[in-house]
């Protein structure tokens, strides 16, 4: 059964970092791509960044570009979501999801999804 658990959102000043991270089980996380995504309320989801199972390449939303990093270490099965910079903007629910082709790293079509982890940007 796969299995996505984000930990690590909060409440943060704006300027500031948090870091997300995504516990998986259930699949072969190293043969797997992995993704970041956002949604607001009355906003639809929104894509953040992708990182393939090789851990190197990754890319991301231009509104996140420079500010956001994403990882994984696939000894731990874990993704991370490194994020600096914080505006109020970027208030959201995180989701780490699987596409549901584990090698289509750039691919928008996901099979799983965490059960989201709450980021708010506010002084």
């Known amino acids: 059964q796969v299995q996505l658990v984000e930990s690590g959102g909060g409440l943060v000043q704006p300027g500031g970092s948090l870091r997300l991270s995504c516990a998986a089980s259930?699949?072969?996380?190293?043969?797997?791509?992995m993704s970041w995504l956002r949604q607001t309320p009355g906003k639809e989801l929104e894509w953040m960044s992708n990182?393939?199972?090789?851990?190197?390449?990754?890319n991301y939303a231009d509104s996140v570009q420079g500010r956001f990093t994403i990882s994984r270490d696939n000894a731990k099965n874990t993704v991370t979501l490194q994020m600096n910079s914080l505006k109020p903007e970027d208030t959201a629910v995180y989701y780490c999801?699987?596409?549901?082709?584990?090698?289509?790293?750039?691919?928008?079509?996901?099979?799983?999804w965490g059960q989201g982890a709450q980021v708010t940007v506010s002084s």
């Open positions: 990182i393939h199972s090789d851990g190197v390449k990754t």
């Open positions: 999801a699987k596409p549901r082709e584990p090698t289509a790293w750039r691919s928008p079509d996901y099979d799983y």
């Open positions: 259930g699949f072969t996380f190293s043969n797997s791509a």
